[in-house]
């Protein structure tokens, strides 16, 4: 098992600290100027196993913590809380070395003023800061002990903590009091970490500490930011993907009730009123006139999305998959446009004052905000302060591509705080997409059920290029990182080949919840079920059977036992109930599900799902629960009906009634097996969410023997009985 | 257009345009903060909120018809933060939100339902909210309600 007590190696400054998001990424371009081909791969290798590195030093409690006059203790989170339950993991966590109740641990968002920032994505929150925050936590307890030994005159070893309080013998002192007394802070070396064995909190069921301000709907979500003298605005974008503006009439807008101010930028316009109506109603009366290409439509971005088209980039080749005789079984799959669909918008509220700026953001990488807005207006990057708050919802939209600038650029012209929020269409057009993909794989498996080769050919649009410097797309080839995470095949088979075949789309593609994971999960495993039906050999057993005796797919085949027998794979149906397996490794998570499917007045019904999940330490297991339940759910709805398009250049998709997401009635019932097969927690997010299509799918052939090989499968089911 | 209305038991008069969206006259004129904006288009649920005692979609709800008449939104659901309503209470003890921003509309549909209904089955529950919650907290609102219905009834009987 690997160490999860380490000290750490190297640290970083606070400066560095909001520069690190992506800082992983840009290391590894670093490297990739020395070669192409076999590097490539090699690369490829490690960044599958990537890490993020996370740990501290320079330790400065006032970064990190306040502590109160009601002896409770502030933790300000680098992380935002998107939903995920971070502040909670975060409280427990630093509970653990700071001796006192989780309920007495207060989590708020850091601010680039007060705090460290650190990106929220990749489901690294609770992996990349478990060391982290335990450090902090016990370096403040142990900077507590220094001073008291100051004031008592007596040795540190001789001080106790419990409970919030300092004890040597008969004389006791809360940290407020104590703190109250502390004139010059002096701090101590971070102190060895408590083992797990003596955790008091972590892996207990803990209720988290955000959901009472989020049932009384306290207003703590980026679109609830109000500042004195706050004006709206509203801002017309192009309708058209990769439109620009030829010509524009604003006169209208100029006359509008309540406008104060109108920005006329090179492609888009923005309106300042007094009202949130007001702009809103300005922005409608704005005769644009864009130029655009009207040819791009779904039909061609699938025909550029196709093995055999475009950058061909080989990821993995063992063996030689030619050199194998017997016949070869091919799938070819396809997944759709995504769109994020987070229920709160894009959403800032900046205010510019005497060259300097304020955002407050519900965004995921305030590096991003900070970096894009300085460029943008002209400014040094500590001259802008990023205040996150409370995400509605993210699922990677948040990640680059807001409505910063514009809301900069808006408050610079009227020297008032301006809120933006983008609306739902403008939240579909012009924000990014999860790229479509084309699939092909090939297998041979032999008589024995051993599968002899194993070939993935995944055509994709890229998800990492907007995130890093353009000359990564000529050194990368492929996005082999993002979009081609999961690719390859994580089996034991002696010949395996993964190649990604790159072209670009004709507008922003970039990370959706699992990034490739999601699409390449649903190609392999389902490929993975027509090898064992090929050779005859149950599904259950064809992938225990390839699994050897590395970590992870020790982890892989224990989990997959586990959730056959939870399941009762093996034991009989009830009439007319279809049963699909899939598993994936995800974030150094395993993950599997089995789905039991139904099909109703024509339509698949999902009617159980288990999802077993292998996510290292559990630290709060009713807060992966809640993760593993949504990301099943949000896969439901990516499985059966999500699908963007293009037509007239144009996306089709502006709302939620012409982009179809799961409700109430699609909920089945579900089942979550937690099982903790390593000592070191890894993400949650996400891995839970891409066995889910690839599951029904095969459930759907168990049940119907028809193989559905495109997303939604829904569609594509109604339209093979129609013909 | 100068309206007078009563937002959760307290008399207010506000001057907005009369098209305006009733949302935006809660959220940015009178202040409240807890009912969401979602889709704009009556498709979601989070601007959820009662007038006259009717569950309506408040951004598609202009907000001169709302003039004279009674609105409660999520902040006016219960009496006070230490008696929380049935739903509320069953939303804790079940740890429903992830995210929390659909939250408020569901609770206000899901307090709807259960005046309509006081005994509801999964199934109605199931048909009877349309809402949309992204984060996929769709399993834990159907027990949220299931217990916020005993909460209630138990409360009426005791
Ligand atoms: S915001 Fe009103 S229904 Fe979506
Ligand atoms: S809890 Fe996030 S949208 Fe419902």
């Known amino acids: 098992m690997e160490n999860a007590d380490k000290k750490p190696k190297k640290g970083f400054s606070r400066r560095k600290f909001l520069a690190i998001s992506g800082s992983g990424v840009a290391g590894t371009l670093a490297l990739l100027y020395f070669g192409r081909g076999a590097i490539r791969r090699k690369i490829s290798d490690v960044t599958s196993e990537m890490d993020i590195p996370a740990d501290v030093s320079n330790f400065d409690h006032k970064l990190w913590f306040e502590v109160n006059a009601d002896n409770t203790i502030t933790l300000k989170s680098p992380k935002a809380e998107m939903g995920q339950g971070i502040f909670t993991g975060f409280a427990m966590l630093a509970a653990e070395e700071l001796d006192m109740a989780v309920e007495k641990i207060k989590v708020v968002h850091a601010n680039s003023l007060n705090g460290l920032l650190s990106n929220t994505a990749a489901s690294n929150s609770t992996s990349s800061f478990y060391v982290t925050i335990r450090e902090v936590a016990a370096t403040l307890r142990e900077t507590l002990k220094l001073q008291a030994s100051k004031l008592w005159n007596i040795p540190v070893a001789s001080i106790s903590t419990k409970d919030g309080m300092l004890t040597a013998g008969d004389k006791q002192l809360s940290y407020a009091d104590l703190a109250k007394q502390i004139t010059k802070w002096e701090t101590t070396e971070t102190p060895a970490l408590r083992p797990s064995s003596q955790f008091k909190y972590v892996g207990k069921q803990q209720k988290r500490i955000d959901l009472p301000d989020k049932v009384l709907a306290k207003p703590i979500y980026g679109i609830d930011t109000t500042l004195p003298n706050m004006v709206y605005g509203a801002v017309l974008y192009s309708p058209y993907v990769k439109g620009t503006l030829k010509s524009a009439d604003t006169s209208g807008a100029k006359n509008s009730t309540g406008v104060l101010k109108i920005v006329e930028e090179t492609n888009w316009i923005g309106v300042v009123a007094t009202s949130r109506y007001a702009a809103q109603t300005a922005v409608e009366k704005i005769k644009a006139e864009w130029d655009y290409n009207p040819n791009v439509s779904t039909k061609d971005l699938e025909k550029l999305i196709t093995v055999g088209n475009g950058k061909e980039v080989n990821i993995q080749n063992d063996g030689d998959t030619d050199s194998v005789p017997d016949e070869v079984l091919t799938g070819e799959f396809r997944t759709p446009i995504g769109f994020h669909g987070n229920l709160e918008p894009s959403i800032v509220v900046a205010d510019y004052k005497d060259n300097k700026i304020t955002l407050y953001a519900s965004f995921q990488n305030p590096a991003y905000l900070q970096t894009s807005v300085a460029e943008a207006l002209d400014l040094k990057t500590e001259d802008v302060a990023i205040v996150p708050t409370y995400m509605g919802g993210g699922f990677g939209r948040k990640a680059f591509k807001s409505n910063a600038v514009e809301a900069a650029k808006l408050s610079k012209a009227v020297g008032k705080p301006v809120h933006l929020l983008a609306t739902r269409q403008q939240e579909f057009q012009n924000g990014y997409v999860r790229p479509n993909t084309h699939h092909v794989l090939k297998g041979k498996v032999g008589k024995d059920g051993k599968i002899l080769a194993f070939e993935h050919h995944l055509a994709t649009g890229p998800m990492i290029f907007n995130s890093v410097p353009a000359i990564a797309e000529t050194i990368l080839g492929a996005d082999f990182i993002l979009a081609g995470h999961g690719a390859r095949c994580a089996y034991h088979v002696p010949n395996v080949k993964t190649t990604i075949w790159h072209n670009n789309l004709p507008f922003e593609t970039s990370i959706w919840r699992g990034v490739g994971m999601f699409a390449n999960t649903f190609a392999i495993e389902s490929f993975m079920d027509e090898l064992a039906h090929k050779a005859g050999v149950n599904p259950l057993k064809l992938r225990i059977d390839h699994c050897d005796d590395t970590p992870q797919l020790v982890r892989r085949k224990k989990l997959l036992e586990i959730i056959g027998e939870k399941s009762g794979w093996h034991l009989p149906k009830s009439e007319g109930v279809g049963r699909g397996l899939a598993v994936c490794d995800d974030r150094k998570t395993v993950s599997a599900a089995v789905v039991e499917v139904k099909i109703v007045d024509g339509a698949i019904k999902i009617v159980k799902v288990i999802q077993a999940i292998d996510p290292g330490k559990i630290i709060n297991p009713d807060g992966i629960r809640q993760q593993v339940e949504g990301a099943t759910m949000m896969a439901i709805s990516a499985s059966l009906y999500e699908q963007g398009t293009v037509e007239n250049g144009q996306f089709v998709q502006t709302n939620f009634h012409n982009y179809q997401v799961v409700r109430l009635s699609d909920t089945p019932e579900i089942e979550v097996i937690l099982h903790e097969g390593s000592e070191v927690p890894s993400g949650v997010g996400e891995p839970p969410l891409s066995p889910i299509a690839p599951a029904i799918a095969n459930a759907i052939f168990d049940l119907t023997g028809k193989r559905l090989r495109s997303l939604p499968l829904q569609l594509v089911l109604q339209n093979a009985s129609n013909q | 257009m100068q309206l007078s209305l009563t937002i959760n038991n307290k008399p207010t008069v ?145």
């Open chain 2, 14 to 158: 506000l001057d907005v345009e009369p098209e305006m969206p009733l949302l935006w006259l809660i959220r940015d004129e009178a202040q409240l903060k807890g009912t969401k904006f979602g889709c704009g288009k009556a498709l979601c649920g989070a601007c959820s909120l009662y007038v006259d005692g009717d569950l309506i979609r408040s951004c598609s709800y202009p907000a001169q018809l709302a003039n004279g008449k009674k609105i409660t939104t999520i902040e006016g659901l219960s009496e006070n933060e230490t008696h929380l309503h049935p739903v509320q209470q069953a939303w804790l003890e079940v740890q429903v939100p992830q995210c929390g921003y659909c939250q408020s509309g569901f609770m206000m549909a899901a307090a709807k339902l259960l005046e309509e209904n006081p005994n509801p089955t999964a199934d109605d529950i199931k048909n009877g909210i349309s809402n949309i919650c992204r984060c996929g907290t769709h399993p834990r609102i159907i027990k949220a309600i299931l217990l916020a219905a005993k909460l209630k009834n138990d409360g009426k009987r005791g």
